[in-house]
């Protein structure tokens, strides 16, 4: 099977839908991440699980696999 996605650039919506296909791969890792590894950080240390600290984590992860939430949504 094989798929043609074409995308105008000089179109708002069509640059989003572009930034989101492109991104697809960087989001799954990001979730996968997420999902299996992130929580363990914390599981067995409450004292350092405030919620600045889990937003400063959860940055952290976002930025490490290069995503920018602004640039994927309207």
Do not use: Q
């Amino acid at each position: 099977m094989k798929a043609i996605l074409k995308f105008d650039l000089d179109n708002e919506d069509d640059r989003t839908a572009y930034a989101i296909c492109n991104k697809s791969p960087d989001l799954a890792n990001f979730v996968w991440e997420l999902k299996h590894n992130f929580w363990r950080e914390w599981k067995h240390d409450e004292e350092k699980f405030t919620l600045d600290e889990y937003r400063e984590g959860l940055s952290d992860l976002l930025e490490e696999h290069n995503i920018n939430i602004d640039e994927l949504i309207d």
